[in-house]
């Protein structure tokens, strides 16, 4: 994949994502695992978009799109030499946004659901 396709995959990954967000919205965070457990491709996500309220942020759930799963897929497929197990999606509402990779061994899907693992400190901008 060229560096162009690269950047409209996750360009299209994120106004997909950004689209299905319900609401006002300043901040967005999606984390997903990807992994083969005996054979069969699973997925594991988190999606949270935050808002700021008088100087403290407001998270909610949402639903991640279908068809974002099929491009996360596609961006994983795309890597060169070792596929990550874990993304994290950050951005903003003004458009600006970060992939991290990871490849360790995915946390939920191994059945850690510690506080790290499910985001619960979490706070936007801090990949600004």
């Known amino acids: 994949m060229t ?18 967000i319900k609401g006002e919205w300043d901040a967005a965070v999606i984390d997903i695992e990807i992994d083969h457990v005996d054979g069969e491709q ?13 100087g403290d942020w407001k998270r909610s759930s949402f639903q991640l799109p279908f068809e974002c799963y099929d491009l996360f897929v596609t961006l994983r497929d795309a890597s060169s030499g070792q596929r990550w197990t874990s993304c994290t ?25 510690d506080d790290e693992a499910m985001l619960k400190n979490y706070l936007p901008g801090s990949f600004s």
């Open 3 to 20: 560096t162009q396709s690269l950047i409209d995959l996750q360009d299209r990954i994120v106004v997909t994502t950004a689209n299905a």
């Open 42 to 54: 699973t997925e594991n996500c988190l999606a949270l978009s935050f808002r700021l309220q008088q």
């Open 89 to 113: 999606l950050e951005f903003d509402s003004n458009g600006k946004y970060n992939f991290g990779y990871s490849y360790e061994p995915p946390r939920r899907l191994n059945g850690i659901h």
